[in-house]
Every structure is written in C-alpha cells, then in structure tokens.
C-alpha cells in the first residue's frame, strides 16, 4: 500500500512565525501536491511538485513556498504564518500504472495560527 | 476549465435508508472520475473510481456510482446505508496530471 505520511498531526503557531509541514512519501512516485481544506471550500490546491527541485503554483500560492530536494519528501512552508491560514493541510502523491492514476493523501496536518 | 459540483452540503439521512449524492463536472476533455471520503480527523480515502469500461462502478462497502457522459454526472448511491458511513464525501476528476476536487457532501446518518 502508499504510504503518505504527514510528520505533524496538529500545530499551534503564533502569528508571524515560520512554520514547515513535512510530507514523505514511499511508492516512489514523481507527482506530489499540498492542498488546504476549509468548511464549505472543499480542497484546493496550493502547489504541487512533478520531480525532484520542481514546483508549479496552484489555486492559491500566496503566503506559501515549497521545497522538493528529494523525490520523496515535499514541505510546504508558510514563511510567516497569519491567522488566516488556520486549516487543515493534505499532502498527496499521485500514482500510475495499469489501474490508472489515483490520488492518494496523507492523514492532514491541522494547523491553528494564534 | 474544468470544474466538480456537488450540489448538496450536506445530506441528513435515518440508518438504513438508501441516499445518493450527487456530482456534476464541466470538461472539455475525457477525465476519469473518483469519489473519495473523508472520516472524521482523517486524510481522504479512494472509495471507488471511473477509468473506462463499465458505466456502473462499485466499492467493497456497498456504494456504487455510475457514469452518465450525456448528463456529465457520477451520482454516488448506497441502498441501505450505517451509522458508520458517517463521513464527507468528494467527488473528483482527473485530467491530464491535475485533479480536481467538488467540494464535498457531508452525509449524515442518524439512528
């Protein structure tokens, strides 16, 4: 099975600190993507990765950079957190193969900025 | 572009009862479709998918989806549902290497 693992379940920042959020992944797979999801706006996408020292903008980037410098791990960073970023953050990697293409997610990382 | 609706925020139904979520996209390309669920406090999870064949899809659990390319749906039922069926549901599209996300339906199944 894919494993995606998000190292931090739930963080409490306060404004205007720098804060990362890890994601490693173990099925080898080039695509990865954060998204954000929040009551009512389902997910969207933040940036996303398609190799190694690669990053595209999503729906909403602003207040958000990536790192990708090895295939299997991809941090998003908030380089000074605002209270209007309080949510929850999904780390998924995208497969492919016989069966087609599948998403799969990591467990979140519910962030509260204070 | 490309874009999912999911017309129901949210879907109160007793235990037992059969329930259909709905899901409605806008392509102007071929995509496959998905639908994922989301427990509480959990990431999402792949409950079943559409690649091509079969218009009738169905997971181990008992919900089943079905493909409409004329209505452009993928309306997810479940004839008798649980108590732990619980859950928010997303609908989804792939297109190319993005997905796109509805933005989901919370079913709630009341005893």
């Known amino acids: 099975d894919v494993k995606v693992t998000q190292s931090s379940r739930y963080l409490v920042k306060r404004t205007g600190e720098k804060v990362f959020l890890e994601c490693v992944q173990d099925?080898?797979?080039?695509?990865m993507f954060w998204y954000r999801q929040d009551p009512g706006l389902g997910l969207r996408l933040i940036y996303f990765?398609?190799?190694?020292?690669?990053?595209e903008k999503g729906d909403i980037p602003e207040g958000y950079s990536v790192s990708r410098e090895k295939k299997e791990r991809f941090s998003l960073i908030l380089e000074s957190a605002s209270t209007n970023q309080t949510s929850m953050y999904l780390c998924?990697?995208?497969?492919?193969?016989?069966?087609?293409?599948?998403?799969?997610f990591g467990e979140g990382s519910w962030l509260t900025v204070v | 572009a490309q874009s999912v609706t999911q017309l129901d925020s949210q879907v109160p139904v007793f235990e037992e009862a059969p329930v259909e979520l709905r899901c409605n996209y806008s392509?102007?390309?071929?995509?496959?479709l998905f639908w994922y669920v989301q427990y509480p406090n959990q990431g999402l999870q792949l409950l079943l998918k559409?690649?091509?064949?079969?218009?009738l899809v169905e997971s181990i659990n008992g919900f089943e989806a079905e493909f409409n390319k004329s209505q452009t749906s993928f309306h997810l039922r479940k004839p008798s549902v649980h108590i732990s069926d619980t859950a928010e549901y997303f609908c989804?599209?792939?297109?190319?290497?993005?997905?796109?996300f509805g933005p989901g339906t919370r079913l709630s199944v009341l005893p």
């Open positions: 392509s102007s390309v071929s995509v496959y």
């Open positions: 989804a599209i792939f297109y190319g290497q993005n997905f796109v």
């Open positions: 559409y690649l091509s064949g079969s218009t």
């Open positions: 990765s398609y190799d190694v020292k690669m990053k």
């Open positions: 998924a990697t995208v497969g492919a193969g016989p069966s087609g293409n599948t998403i799969y």
């Open positions: 099925m080898d797979h080039e695509n």
